[in-house]
């Protein structure tokens, strides 16, 4: 096993380096350079070349297919999009006329009412006024019987 020694003073020294922002800014700076300068066609073999070369081409096919597949992907879903808009339009004016409809028969069915109750009520009035008159013209026609001894 290796044998790892822990220096407090190390580890102290490092995170002071590390909290220092202008420290931080340098080392990337310097790292950013180095690979800036580092020419991987030069550092490679020929046939890690080709195999990048090969990569590469994959990869912007890819990006292509992905592109192509994100254009029609948005396509179809800006189609479903103005569906659904168009089927909200169309149901909310259907709602609407049903609603109207509803207010017109609802007009309708109460001035029926209104009309079958005013009738109703001058029936009655006329059954009564008639089962009255018979009953005042019937009461003064009665026989006055006496009793024989």
Do not use: C, H
């Amino acid at each position: 096993m290796p044998n790892f020694e822990l220096n407090m003073e190390k580890v102290k020294q490092e995170i002071r380096k590390l909290s220092d922002l202008n420290y931080v800014k340098g080392e990337i700076r310097k790292i950013a350079n180095e690979v800036r300068g580092l020419d991987l066609q030069t550092k490679l073999s020929p046939s890690a070349q080709r195999r990048l070369k090969d990569l590469e081409t994959r990869y912007a096919v890819w990006l292509q297919s992905v592109s192509k597949a994100q254009k029609q992907l948005d396509r179809e879903f800006n189609r479903a999009l103005r569906t659904l808009k168009k089927t909200k339009t169309d149901v909310l004016k259907n709602i609407d006329t049903a609603k109207k409809t509803a207010s017109a028969q609802q007009k309708k069915i109460s001035t029926a009412s209104a009309k079958l109750k005013a009738n109703l009520k001058k029936k009655v009035t006329k059954k009564t006024a008639k089962k009255t008159t018979k009953k005042a013209a019937g009461a003064g026609t009665t026989k006055k019987t006496t009793k024989k001894a």
